[in-house]
T-cell receptor, first 115, second 114 residues
Framework: AQKVTQAQTEISVVEKEDVTLDCVYE???????LFWYKQPPSGELVFLIR??????QNEISGRYSWNFQKSTSSFNFTITASQVVDSAVYFC????????????FGKGTRLHILP | EAGVAQSPRYKIIEKRQSVAFWCNPI?????LYWYQQILGQGPKLLIQ????????DSQLPKDRFSAERLKGVDSTLKIQPAKLEDSAVYLC????????????FGPGTRLTVL
């Protein structure tokens, strides 16, 4: 069965610090997709990234970067030089691509960026 | 490109009353999802439509929840009668086709059952 674990329930850092959000997943499929979503206080889930299981290349998008390691079943998310606007709940999610497109979400990490 | 639209944004009802939520997906998206997000948790899938057919409703409490997607576009989710534990945010999402596709979410409807 598929499972996503975000062990960090809540993190607080001071603005401009770097912060990494951890995500560990479980799946028996060889084809799967990993996602990160941001949920600001307004409540809408904002898509950040989608990664398929055959692409282990790390990705950087501005201050955001993602480290995908199949060997440890992890898909960690790093924010560099954090800003107050980064304060939100961040969800990691998994979809097993061979059977269906159901996305299983982790419980989320609440990130507080302190000014 | 317009995003996923949902209404109402907020709803307060008393237990045993009925409530309905509406969702309009991104134009051209064949797959539509309804999620329930209880405070402090990740979203949980309630039902998934592919065009106007149900793909997965295994986690939908069918004794009180119902959903439809007429004409394969808009969708409504209904709760009748509501219970206190139904208090949550109800999120609608859509994707272009399905497997592996990115799901784009609407702003959600925050339901409070008193």
């Amino acid at each position: 069965a598929q499972k996503v674990t975000q062990a960090q329930t809540e993190i607080s850092v001071v603005e401009k610090e770097d912060v990494t959000l951890d995500c560990v997943y479980e799946t028996r499929d060889t084809t799967y997709y990993l996602f990160w979503y941001k949920q600001p206080p307004s409540g809408e889930l904002v898509f950040l990234i989608r990664r398929n299981s055959f692409d282990e290349q790390n990705e950087i998008s501005g201050r955001y970067s993602w480290n995908f390691q199949k060997s440890t079943s992890s898909f960690n998310f790093t924010i560099t030089a954090s800003q107050v606007v980064d304060s939100a709940v961040y969800f990691c999610a998994l979809s097993e691509g061979d059977r269906d497109d159901k996305i299983i979400f982790g419980k989320g990490t609440r990130l507080h960026i302190l000014p | 490109e317009a995003g996923v639209a949902q209404s109402p944004r907020y709803k307060i009802i008393e237990k045993r009353q009925s409530v309905a939520f509406w969702c309009n997906p991104i134009s051209g998206h064949a797959t539509l999802y309804w999620y329930q997000q209880i405070l402090g948790q990740g979203p949980k899938l309630l039902i998934q439509f592919q065009n106007n057919g149900v793909v997965d409703d295994s986690q939908l409490p069918k004794d009180r929840f119902s959903a439809e997607r007429l004409k394969g576009v808009d969708s409504t989710l209904k709760i009748q009668p509501a219970k206190l534990e139904d208090s949550a945010v109800y999120l609608c999402a859509s994707s272009f086709s399905g497997i592996g596709d990115t799901q784009y979410f609407g702003p959600g409807t925050r339901l409070t059952v008193l």
